[in-house]
């Protein structure tokens, strides 16, 4: 099993631009999620999703879309980036929403200039 | 408002040199504490899940404990390879329990 894998690992957009990182797992679970992580803020919560066609809104969900038309795949798109949004993002998943080990992807760097 | 804090935010050791690492929460109805240990560049990898005060959980050179206000790391005689951001979170019950509440980590040097 590869677990949770993300692309791109690093990437660079000017402000206004759009992109989407992308999230998978081969481990069939249910519960997906996206984290940023930045300094002296430790990891917060974007959105999340419990199963295929279900997402929800997490703690920081401005600025940030998601999707999930398949159980393996949960793709973080941002609509029109902005210098705040340059951060670390992670990708989660777990068999199922709630005391399961989440296991993390190994992330993207982002840098909005 | 759930919260999660952790101290030190930085400790140094000799190798061989055993400490701990804190973890205080509050939370409105706890569901489990989880540490994950974080290497540089690297995604958080898990070490433990805590549910009930009183539990403990042991890996190697890792021992979590749990009270109702607080939970520890015990690292005994470590090593360097144990230098790493270790992070605590929690999930509490409510709408979302898949949420992980994170504090901002301990990061851990250990030297030769």
């Known amino acids: 099993n590869a677990g949770v894998t993300q692309t791109p690992k690093f990437q660079v957009l000017k402000t206004g631009q759009s992109m989407t990182l992308q999230c998978a797992q081969d481990?069939?679970?249910?519960?997906m999620s996206w984290y940023r992580q930045d300094p002296g803020m430790g990891l917060r919560l974007i959105h999340y999703?419990?199963?295929?066609?279900?997402?929800d809104q997490g703690e920081v969900p401005n600025g940030y879309n998601v999707s999930r038309s398949t159980t393996e795949d949960f793709p973080l798109r941002l609509l029109s980036a902005a210098p705040s949004q340059t951060s670390v993002y992670f990708c989660?998943?777990?068999?199922?929403?709630?005391?399961?080990?989440?296991?993390f992807g190994p992330g993207t760097r982002l840098l909005v200039l | 408002e759930d919260q999660v804090t952790q101290s030190p935010e930085a400790l140094r050791l000799q190798e061989g040199e055993s400490s701990s690492l804190n973890c205080s929460y509050t939370v409105s109805g706890l569901r489990g504490l989880f540490w994950y240990r974080q290497d540089p560049g690297k995604g958080p990898e898990f070490l433990f899940t805590l549910y009930s005060a009183g539990e403990e959980k042991e890996k190697e050179r890792l021992k979590a404990t749990l009270t109702k206000k607080e939970s520890f790391l015990h690292i005994t005689a470590p090593k360097p390879e144990d230098s790493a951001t270790y992070l605590c979170a929690v999930q509490a019950w409510g709408s979302n329990t898949g949420k992980l509440i994170f504090g901002q980590g301990t990061t851990l040097q250990v030297k030769p």
């Open positions: 999703s419990v199963g295929a066609g279900i997402t």
């Open positions: 481990m069939n679970h249910e519960y």
């Open positions: 989660a998943s777990s068999y199922s929403e709630g005391t399961e080990t989440q296991y």
